[in-house]
């Protein structure tokens, strides 16, 4: 091997083949770490984000925190309940992008997927800088390397899910757990001094900056509703599961809204019980670590399971974000290369996209939580309640016994998301959620524009309309003077070109085409024969999903056969209309290319056409 290949095998693992992707399935437990470190990981900031605001109106109106976060743990049951409904209908993974689009339109279907994507980014960003925040929060000394921290943070987080969804698993379990218990320790000993009489007795004096009012406490509402974000994920990754897939997904759901909840009111109840007030350079939750813990050991350990779950956080983006990209591409709304699966069963592409992303947002915001909350929640919420909306339409258009009780629940679902949506947009729109106002139409937009250019490609190469070639098999020449080998990836109007170039120069041809698992090979055959008969296609398997190796690995065997004579390798390529187009699609011909020639094949002859 390379240097290349060797560095990369050394990080990430050896390249697992298709056959494995069965077995890179998660237990339940290893789901909840995976799958819910967002959620769950939001009540290191979400009960700060009520306090920050509802600091504003001085010291007697902190205690409206506990109502506040009651009343967003029964919004936190309607999602979970108007969730499982999701997951029960849609067996094979439901995430808001598929439910809109199916039961509400194409355009409400990217509405959801834009808002997704940009809320799993945010996600990123939010969560490392928050786990860094954490950090800085123990050891203020490190206060001036908070990007650079960050960006680390975003690197590491990268590699590891690089290497694939199981061992990403067995590496975010520990802390995940670590964190829960160490919260659910932290609230357990902080009642037991409340009962012993160990806690201040009130606030310290406020001054009041600002009146009471229900939009102020909607404010506060809206600030708090970040433990909501995440929840999507399990309904978004039920094949990440074990089978049955989606009664593990349900179940983990459950457990994930019932931890959730208790944790979010205990550290809430807790922080009103010792007059928590929010201050600059230290978290709540490391206020109530060292009022409770001390600034020992066990305080330094809290510290550091909240700034790895924090971190971890970021890991329900990357769980889910390249799956979400991968239906997009699918469907030809993002580049195909994000529906392609890396050496590690995960998509590659995606994980990168997200990281890129993310550590552009760290870099403008320069790390800083509360600058980034306010365009939080924003793309979550639009995305729960289009899904709700989405269920709602299916189960009165299919009207499957038990369907009006569904019905209620994810309607009882749309109707509050989309209640907190409009309190978000009107609370935090001059806060920065008017970028991701503006982002959503713009995002759908470059969606459609992609669209529109793989429906063009597929128009210009299709072979609908072709007649049958009705070409004679071709007799074995006695002495071979001028063999070729045509590389196929599809049989379109750029391949049936390059064949008839080879015609023209070849008296010994033969076609290949790399099988990755998605090829119909009779269906291919079938077409074969119509229309390229008297010429040879061999489909070669390629059971890791390499395009490169197996067809450099023929021609190599070819080229042995036919020592005494020059093989021409012949490669068909279409050439889009402007350069930025030619970014959507994978670069193969470049690649395959450049390893013929590392393989000193003589002759490389690329066939154009011009769309």
Not at 324 to 348: M, T
Request: aromatic share 10%; glycine share 8%.
């Amino acid at each position: 091997m390379s240097l290349y290949p060797q560095i990369k095998q050394f990080l990430l693992g050896k390249t697992l083949p298709t056959s494995a992707h069965a077995e890179e399935r998660l237990s339940n437990a290893a789901a909840l770490a995976v799958l819910s470190s967002d959620a769950l990981s939001s009540v290191a900031y979400a009960t700060e984000e009520i306090l920050l605001v509802l600091v504003a109106a001085g010291s007697s109106a902190l205690g409206l925190s506990l109502p506040i976060a009651i009343a967003i743990i029964i919004l936190l049951a309607i999602v979970v309940l108007s969730y499982r409904q999701t997951i029960r209908a849609y067996p094979k993974g439901g995430g808001s992008y598929i439910v809109a689009r199916e039961n509400l339109g194409i355009y409400p279907g990217l509405v959801a997927g834009g808002s997704l994507m940009i809320d799993y980014i945010l996600t990123v960003t939010v969560s490392i800088s928050a786990g860094t925040a954490a950090l800085t929060s123990a050891f203020p000394v490190l206060e001036p390397f908070t990007v650079s921290l960050c960006l680390i943070f975003i690197f590491l987080l990268t590699l590891a899910n690089l290497r694939g969804v199981k061992e990403s698993g067995r590496i975010f379990m520990i802390p995940t757990y670590a964190f829960i218990v160490s919260i659910f320790v932290l609230i357990a000993l902080g009642l037991f001094q409340q009962a012993t009489g160990l806690v201040p007795t009130q606030y310290p004096d406020i001054p009041v900056k600002e009146g009471l009012s229900l939009f102020f406490i909607l404010r506060a509402f809206s600030a708090g509703c970040t433990a909501l974000t995440g929840v999507e994920a399990i309904s978004d990754g039920v094949l990440a599961f074990k089978e049955p897939e989606w009664k593990n997904a349900c179940l983990t759901l459950l457990y994930l809204g019932v931890i959730l909840g208790f944790m979010f009111v205990g550290i809430t109840y807790v922080a009103n019980a010792y007059h928590v007030v929010p201050e600059e350079g230290q978290t709540v939750v490391s206020q109530l670590g060292r009022v409770i813990l001390g600034t020992g050991p066990l305080y330094i350990f809290v510290q550091v399971v909240t700034l790895l779950v924090l971190l971890l956080a970021a890991n329900t983006s990357y769980a889910d974000f390249p799956r979400l990209c991968y239906f997009l591409a699918r469907d030809g709304f993002l580049p195909r290369q994000l529906s392609l699966l890396g050496d590690r069963l995960v998509y590659s592409n995606g994980i990168i996209l997200l990281s890129v992303c993310a550590a552009i947002l760290v870099i403008i915001f320069k790390g800083n939580v509360n600058a980034v909350i306010p365009l939080y929640a924003v793309g979550v919420f639009t995305s729960f309640t289009l899904s709700q909306a989405g269920m709602v339409r299916r189960w009165f258009h299919e009207r499957t016994p038990g369907w009006l009780p569904s019905a209620l629940m994810n309607g009882l679902g749309a109707i509050a998301t989309a209640v907190v949506l409009g309190v978000i947009i009107s609370t935090k729109f001059m806060g920065g959620a008017w970028l991701v106002v503006v982002a959503i139409p713009v995002l759908v937009s470059i969606f459609l524009a992609i669209h529109r250019h793989y429906q063009y490609v597929t128009e210009r190469l299709s072979i609908q309309g072709l007649p049958p070639r009705g070409y004679i098999p071709r007799p074995k020449p006695e002495v071979v003077t001028h063999p070729a080998v045509v590389v196929v990836g599809q049989l379109n109007r750029g391949t049936v070109e390059a064949l008839d170039y080879a015609r023209t120069i070849a008296d010994e041809i033969v076609a290949i085409h790399v099988d990755l698992g998605s090829t119909e090979g009779d269906k291919l055959q079938e077409e074969w024969r119509q229309l390229e008969a008297d010429i040879p296609l061999v489909i070669i398997e390629s059971p890791y999903r390499s395009v490169i190796s197996p067809i450099v690995e023929f021609v190599g065997e070819f080229e042995d056969r036919y020592q005494d004579t020059y093989t021409t390798v012949i490669i068909p390529a279409f050439v889009t209309r402007n350069w930025w187009e030619g970014l959507l699609h994978n670069q193969t011909t470049l690649f395959l290319k450049n390893a013929l020639r590392a393989q000193k094949s003589r002759v490389v002859t690329t066939v154009r056409y011009y769309l």
